[in-house]
């Protein structure tokens, strides 16, 4: 069983930064596929970026990309969100996911089979 802790959200004005981290722990975290989401409030759970097992694939949403830079630590067992450049429309609860299998669309919710309990994260304009 693969525990998920997410940390590092919090309040930044925006054209800020903020580093999220997710630790892993109960599985061996280099055969893992990860992912980070995000949801507001009233809506559905997206997409924003995700990292291979070795970290050298990683696939981004439109709205993030240039701006967010996922990486990971394997001797760590963390996986990390850079975000910079943040906007009031960054504002959310920020999921750390894993896939054991890593198979399948890497941005869509269901191919992942651990999730982390959130952290959050509010930009101010």
């Known amino acids: 069983q693969v525990q998920l802790v997410e940390s590092g959200g919090g309040l930044v004005q925006a054209g800020g930064s903020l580093r999220l981290s997710c630790a892993s722990s109960g599985g061996t975290f280099s055969n893992l596929l990860m992912g980070w989401f995000r949801q507001s409030p009233g809506k559905e759970r997206e997409f924003v970026t995700a990292i291979n097992r070795s970290g050298f694939n990683t696939w981004y949403a439109s709205a993030v990309k240039g701006r967010f830079t996922i990486s990971r630590d394997n001797a760590k067992n963390t996986v990390y969100l850079h975000m910079n450049r943040l906007k009031s429309e960054d504002t959310a609860v920020y999921y750390c996911?894993?896939?054991?299998?890593?198979?399948?669309?890497?941005?869509?919710?269901?191919?992942?089979?651990?999730w982390g309990q959130g952290t959050q994260v509010t930009v101010s304009s």
């Open positions: 996911a894993a896939d054991v299998e890593s198979m399948g669309d890497v941005t869509s919710t269901q191919i992942y089979d651990y």
